[in-house]
């Protein structure tokens, strides 16, 4: 059963920093495709990043890349997403999900089958 929960959101000033938590149990984490993902009122969501947790291979929405890096912890069994030099344009609902297609690739593609609750960076 798919598990993940999102923790570290919340509301900065621009220009500034934000590091996202997603926990996830052994059997969403372990050599599988999870990513982060964003939804900001009265748009669609869109992929942020994701990261294969086999070998820590990282993928990035061109529009992210350069301001947020996401990345893996092994023995807590979480991913992070670390965002810096944030605009008002960032601020959504950002998910953490988790995909065990691996055949799919693991590009932060939005048909990932398990969700975490979201967790909501706003940006002014």
């Known amino acids: 059963q798919v598990q993940l929960v999102e923790s570290g959101g919340g509301s900065v000033q621009a220009g500034g920093s934000l590091t996202l938590s997603c926990a996830a149990n052994?059997?969403?984490?372990?050599?599988?495709?999870m990513g982060w993902f964003r939804q900001a009122p009265g748009k669609e969501r869109e992929g942020v990043a994701s990261?294969?947790?086999?070998?820590?291979?990282?993928y990035y929405d061109d529009s992210m890349k350069g301001r947020f890096t996401i990345s893996q912890n092994n023995a807590e069994r979480t991913i992070t997403l670390q965002m810096n030099n944030l605009k008002p344009e960032d601020t959504a609902v950002y998910y953490c999900?988790?995909?065990?297609?691996?055949?799919?690739?693991?590009?932060?593609?939005?048909?990932?089958?398990?969700w975490g609750q979201g967790t909501q960076v706003t940006v002014s």
């Open positions: 999900a988790a995909d065990r297609r691996l055949y799919l690739g693991c590009r932060p593609r939005l048909d990932y089958t398990g």
């Open positions: 990261i294969y947790t086999g070998n820590g291979t990282a």
């Open positions: 052994a059997y969403t984490y372990i050599n599988n495709c």
